[in-house]
T-cell receptor
Framework: KAGVTQTPRYLIKTRGQQVTLSCSPI?????VSWYQQTPGQGLQFLFE???????NKGNFPGRFSGRQFSNSRSEMNVSTLELGDSALYLC??????????????FGPGTRLTVL | GENVEQHPSTLSVQEGDSAVIKCTYS??????FPWYKQELGKRPQLIID?????GEKKDQRIAVTLNKTAKHFSLHITETQPEDSAVYFC???????????FGKGTRLHILP
């Protein structure tokens, strides 16, 4: 069974630009969660999508948004990029909502650098 | 908001010794506590988890203990080996919001 994939793996953008990241979950998984990973801050929860609906979200500004398609693939968008948005963005898939699943499976991440 | 505190942020242990990482949570309704291991340059992977209806769970050299009254849980690694060097993340379910919150991670170094 193929694992969670994320594209692109690396991105370099400048301040003020916008970016879209993509995540393809494991086949059959209906939930996709997004996390921002930075040194010292660990894995900060952005949002979770389940059956094309955002089920919950973390404490991030409205510049961070996402969506999920009928095939469970998810995209995350960040508008008006700031230097502080530089991070590794991880997505994780699970069969059902993360709180009721036994495990989340993480993708390799997208390394975003904002100059 | 709901929070998961993890300590220590860095831990160095002599190979063969034990390592303990502790986490506390604030939501008394939390009922699921997974631990993830992230090796350098790799993705986090689940190594063990525990639900609130048990106090301890073991899997070979790793174990997790849960104290619901004190709202803390710990990861224990015995007979540490070089391949245990990684960043370890604890997490707790936040029932009110139906989400999982992670701690900030512990970087574990196994010294030769």
């Amino acid at each position: 069974k193929a694992g969670v994939t994320q594209t692109p793996r690396y991105l370099i953008k400048t301040r003020g630009q916008q970016v879209t990241l993509s995540c393809s979950p494991i086949s059959g998984h209906r939930s996709v969660s997004w996390y921002q990973q930075t040194p010292g801050q660990g894995l900060q929860f952005l949002f979770e999508y389940f059956s094309e609906t955002q089920r919950n979200k973390g404490n991030f500004p409205g510049r961070f948004s996402g969506r999920q398609f009928s095939n469970s693939r998810s995209e995350m968008n960040v508008s008006t990029l700031e230097l502080g948005d530089s991070a590794l963005y991880l997505c994780a898939s699970s069969l059902v909502l993360a709180v009721t699943s036994n495990e989340q499976f993480f993708g390799p991440g997208t390394r975003l650098t904002v100059l | 908001g709901e929070n998961v505190e993890q300590h220590p942020s860095t831990l160095s242990v002599q190979e063969g010794d034990s390592a303990v990482i502790k986490c506390t949570y604030s939501d008394s309704a939390s009922n699921y506590f997974p631990w993830y291991k992230q090796e350098l340059g790799k993705r986090p992977q689940l190594i063990i988890d525990i639900r609130s209806n048990v106090g301890e769970k073991k899997d070979q050299r790793i174990a997790v203990t849960l104290n619901k009254t004190a709202k803390h849980f710990s990861l224990h690694i015995t007979e540490t080996q070089p391949e245990d060097s990684a960043v370890y993340f604890c997490a707790a379910s936040i029932r009110r919001d139906d989400k999982i919150i992670f701690g900030k991670g512990t970087r574990l170094h196994i010294l030769p």
